[in-house]
């Protein structure tokens, strides 16, 4: 019998389906402590404290409350303890809602025993586990590109040294398109999908950090994607009166996973956009729909952000940008771009990028 003991909140307002959970749980060779709340609003809070291993949550919690009210609750606070749901009747269609709302499984109380239970309590918390792990990873590779980033600001210090700024700059890059898309998943997750669904897109983003760091080991043998020059005059400011628009998005980076994570985290966020890899298909977008605002790439291989912006203001066209970038900000895109212009550093944070959306918005 395992020596480890879990912690399990049980939210159930009937007794006898309390006690068969109870007599179920201490017949296994996992020990769990638990602990029983009838209440809907107290199981809320008890399971937001995020003190449990996992939760078991009767479907009909009380006659105003589901399961599924629960699990959309507190998936909008990130809470990422499983949840294993228990219902007396099966049902595919409720199956099904209940998995899409972000519980680990479904159970039918009369058909449960020790060996379904434990299998299922298993890979729940297995599956916490992996999510948690993902996580931690996020944070040790975001510091790890602040320290790349603090390096490269003592190193471009140096006088005479152009081509180190120029490549620390590339390193910054090509780490911070991975980070980025592993920053859009956790956030994903955290809304409330199911992480699963995007396991093996993290795997690959690791997979390619991991490439990139056994390609810095041996430092001749790296090559820098041909951007072009982002180093571009001021542009002649236009007096035109900006196109009224709805609040659409209209999203241009060059990364396909970049473009794909963030479009998917502003949809969650319920703000609709139109995402592109190639600036040049945007320029032909914007001559037959109007946009409440663009978010550009600063580096792109058809046509940089500086570029990109000063061919939309010849366009005549005053749509409020966001610039997103892996590199240190440099003066020339700022005098281009102008002070009220937010320019946010990769990964981005999606709760600043709203924001930044939302302050655009207001001074409209």
Same mark, same amino acid.
């Not at 690791?206 to 043998?221: E, F, S």
């Given at each position: ?14 007794? =006898? ?95 449960? #025993? ?133 609040? #659409? ?13 963030? =479009? ?8 609709? #956009? ?91």
């Amino acid at each position: 019998m395992s020596t480890h003991t879990y912690y399990a909140l049980l939210i159930e307002n009937k007794k =006898s389906d309390f006690i068969i959970t109870k007599d179920i749980l201490q017949d296994l060779d996992v020990t769990f402590e638990l602990k029983r709340v009838t209440d809907y609003q107290k199981g809320l809070e008890a399971y937001q404290d995020q003190q449990y291993d996992l939760c078991l949550l009767d479907f009909q919690i009380d006659t105003d409350h589901t399961a599924i009210n629960f699990l959309e609750e507190s998936a909008a606070k990130f809470c990422m303890t499983p949840v294993i749901v228990l219902t007396r009747t099966a049902d595919r269609e409720t199956d099904l809602q209940v998995m899409a709302a972000g519980a680990s499984d479904y159970m039918v109380k009369g058909q449960i #025993n020790g060996s379904l239970l434990e299998r299922s309590l298993r890979y729940a918390i297995e599956r916490k586990k992996n999510q948690q792990q993902l996580m931690d990873l996020q944070d040790e590779l975001t510091l790890a590109l602040k320290e790349i980033r603090a390096n490269q600001k003592k190193l471009i210090e140096v006088e005479n040294l152009k081509s180190v700024r120029e490549l620390a700059g590339a390193v910054a890059h090509e780490f911070s398109q991975p980070l980025q898309a592993l920053s859009n998943y956790m956030e994903l997750v955290r809304s409330g999908i199911s992480a699963e669904k995007y396991l093996d897109k993290m795997d690959d983003m690791v997979q390619r950090i991991a490439q990139l760091t056994d390609n810095l080991r041996d430092i001749t043998g790296l090559s820098k994607k041909s951007y072009l020059d982002t180093h571009i005059l001021e542009i002649q400011k236009q007096n035109k009166p900006a196109r009224e628009a709805a609040l #659409n998005i209209l999203l241009v980076d060059d990364e396909q996973i970049i473009v794909e994570t963030i =479009s998917e985290m502003l949809r969650v966020s319920d703000i609709p #956009n139109t995402a592109v890899t190639n600036p040049l298909r945007a320029l032909e977008l914007l001559k037959t729909h109007t946009f409440s605002h663009i978010i550009s790439d600063v580096s792109m291989p058809e046509l940089s952000g500086p570029q990109f912006y000063e061919q939309v203001r010849a366009m005549g066209i005053e749509t409020p940008f966001i610039f997103l970038t892996g590199y240190e900000v440099e003066d020339q895109l700022r005098h281009i771009a102008g002070d009220n212009t937010p320019i946010l550093g990769k990964p981005v944070d999606i709760r600043k990028l709203i924001d930044s959306i939302k302050e655009l918005e207001a001074v409209a």
